[in-house]
């Protein structure tokens, strides 16, 4: 039966849901819910139907109006099955279509003008059978053009098995999917010419191969990430970098006086890096904040100002609402993300891509080393334009071109982290400090460890201790100390004192094994490096070590509860 519409539907991990595989069928649309209006149940899963169960509707995002219309509906006698705020959109579009005779594109669109929030919609009728209505505003969107088929999606990683043509939905846009082809127009009906982008990542890319985890494989492909990032960019004789993203504003770059960083989560304490190495290399003013802050907050700015915004997915919410406030205020815009053609990489007025490749693993492990190593190059390529000299700037990117080797001798250390973590992943806490380039390591090593394997870590600069923290200290809590021989190891060793007399297991992740090792219950020996380097060499055992702790404790770290690889709603 053609018209029949099957409805499969599960709560928890997205091999609960049984799919009857004996289905015929050549259209369907599907979705994970991120819960935000009603409890984690069978009933409030997607996709959501109307009173008939004719209009089936899958949605990401938030309708902020529901209530009112939801209201509304009931009292024309509408029958709701779940406490979603998505339902109201198949009783609306059932409403118009019974009450004004309306086809299914002209009653989705009357409902999409009733919207008002966020959503990325998809939707499918049992009466016009082979069509997918879609829309858009403000959550990711796109669509994948294939031979003889098409495919809708949030992210272009879900489609990269099946084409490598894209298609992204702006905001205030529908498109018409159906078996022959698509279109896409506004919310008004005006047709809109759309531009494909070609998405170079292969299928290899996106398996996992004979790797148990997405996050294992990903941290052991960060020598050739940083391959990619540096790939074309660097003319190591004269001491240059070239962006070719950047080339048309070259003049407003070379303006740039002062820079404000956002990103949320891993992307933000990349940003903290950013700081450090843009300071010392470029000598930009750099101010770093967390998207969700920055978008609602006061800030002094002029013509000079540049936000640079940081992003795997290039669809965080915060992120993207950052970058359109500072382009409202009428500021530079600038992006560092991975993914090509996102939301984030369309909206700034210039950018540069990671090109890590596709980051499945919801922890960002690959991605974080690549926005490392883009910082490094930028500060180079704004530090040349200001006071950076040739040679300074030829040691820094001679050593960055060695640090793939460098890691993968790292590796070497695989066997050793594992046994720390079996040895420490019961313990219910954890401490991490560093200090300068390395401080923001602490705070990325204790996300780590928390965002896979629920252990709770704190991170700290080591001159914070004496400050607070050192009142949480006793022989229950293991402390990770990133310290390699660099200009503040003499401080990092006296805060080390400071925990070892207080009772703390110090666990030290440090390049010099032969002074102080006593102090050290365990410790990772890593290669040594430059210091405005060392970041991209000291975060990678701690990844391993969060990695190994979630296996200990049977997490499945690749997607770590509560999470999602790309938090599209704010
Ligand atoms: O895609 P984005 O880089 O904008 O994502 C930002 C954060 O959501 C992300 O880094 C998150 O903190 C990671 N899951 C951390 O591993």
């Given at each position: ?15 609960n ?9 050549n ?44 209201k509304?509906?009931?009292m024309?006698g ?32 009357k409902?999409?003008?009733?919207l ?31 031979k ?62 004979k ?9 052991l ?12 960019r ?40 950013g ?11 750099v ?12 800030f ?12 795997q ?7 993207l ?64 334009q200001r006071?950076l ?29 594992k ?6 992943y ?13 401080y ?13 394997s629920y252990i ?20 229950k809590?293991?402390?990770i100390a990133i ?29 010099d ?5 006593k ?33 200990f ?9 509560n999470?999602?690889k ?5």
């Amino acid at each position: 039966n053609l018209r029949k519409i099957n409805v499969f539907k599960t709560i928890g991990a997205i091999d609960n849901l049984k799919l009857n595989t004996n289905i015929e069928g050549n259209f369907g649309i599907g979705h994970t819910r991120w819960a935000t209006h009603g409890k984690v149940s069978v009933p409030n899963a997607h996709p959501h139907f109307d009173c008939q169960k004719n209009i089936f509707v899958v949605h990401n995002g938030i309708i902020e109006n529901y209530a009112e219309i939801k209201k509304w509906l009931q009292m024309l006698g509408h029958k709701f099955h779940s406490e979603t705020d998505t339902e109201i959109i198949a009783h609306l579009i059932e409403e118009f279509q019974t009450k004004e005779k309306l086809t299914l594109e002209e009653a989705a669109r009357k409902t999409f003008k009733l919207l008002s929030g966020t959503y990325a919609l998809a939707i499918i009728s049992r009466k016009e059978p082979f069509k997918i209505i879609v829309a858009k505003n403000s959550s990711p969107l796109l669509l994948g053009i294939g031979k003889d088929e098409f495919f809708v999606a949030s992210d272009a990683t879900a489609l990269i098995s099946y084409t490598k043509n894209i298609v992204y939905l702006g905001d205030k846009e529908f498109g018409i999917l159906t078996p022959e082809n698509y279109r896409v127009a506004t919310i008004d009906a005006v047709p809109v010419a759309k531009t494909e982008y070609k998405i170079n990542w292969q299928v290899k890319d996106s398996s996992k191969r004979k790797f148990k985890h997405y996050m294992l494989k990903e941290i052991l492909e960060t020598p050739n990430t940083i391959e990619n990032a540096i790939r074309g960019r660097i003319v190591l004789k004269d001491g240059i970098v070239k962006f070719g993203g950047l080339e048309q504003l070259n003049k407003k770059i070379k303006n740039i006086r002062n820079i404000i960083v956002v990103g949320c989560g891993t992307a933000y304490y990349a940003g903290l890096i950013g700081k450090y190495l843009l300071e010392e290399l470029s000598d930009i003013e750099v101010e770093v904040e967390q998207s969700s802050e920055f978008r609602y907050r006061k800030f002094v700015y002029d013509k000079k100002t540049a936000v640079l915004a940081i992003s795997q997915s290039g669809e965080t919410a915060d992120t993207l609402a950052a970058i359109k406030e500072a382009k409202r205020k009428g500021l530079l815009t600038l992006g560092i993300v991975n993914v090509v053609g996102s939301s984030i990489a369309r909206e700034v007025n210039a950018g540069i891509y990671n090109h890590a490749g596709p980051e499945i693993s919801v922890a960002s492990t690959k991605n974080f080393i690549s926005q490392l190593v883009i910082l490094t190059l930028l500060s180079i390529f704004l530090g040349r334009q200001r006071k950076l000299t040739r040679n300074q700037a030829i040691e820094i990117l001679k050593e960055l071109t060695n640090l793939p080797k460098k890691i993968n001798l790292l590796f070497n250390q695989i066997i050793n982290i594992k046994k720390i973590a079996k040895k420490y992943y019961q313990y219910p806490n954890f401490i991490f400090i560093g200090r300068k380039y390395n401080y923001p390591i602490a705070l990325e090593g204790a996300l780590k460890l928390k965002e896979v394997s629920y252990i709770h870590a704190e991170g700290f600069g080591g001159g914070e201790l004496k400050h607070g923290p050192l009142a949480l200290i006793d022989e229950k809590m293991p402390v990770i100390a990133i310290a390699p021989k660099n200009d503040v190891y003499s401080k990092m060793i006296s805060n080390i004192e400071e925990l070892k007399s207080r009772g703390a297991k110090i666990i030290g992740v440090i390049t010099d094994k032969t002074s102080y090792q006593k102090l050290f219950n365990d410790f990772i020996l890593i290669p040594k490096t430059l210091p405005v380097l060392e970041p991209i060499l000291t975060v990678i055992p701690l990844q391993l070590f969060a990695y190994f702790c979630a296996v200990f404790k049977k997490l499945n770290p690749d997607k770590p509860r509560n999470l999602a690889k790309s938090v599209t709603v704010e």
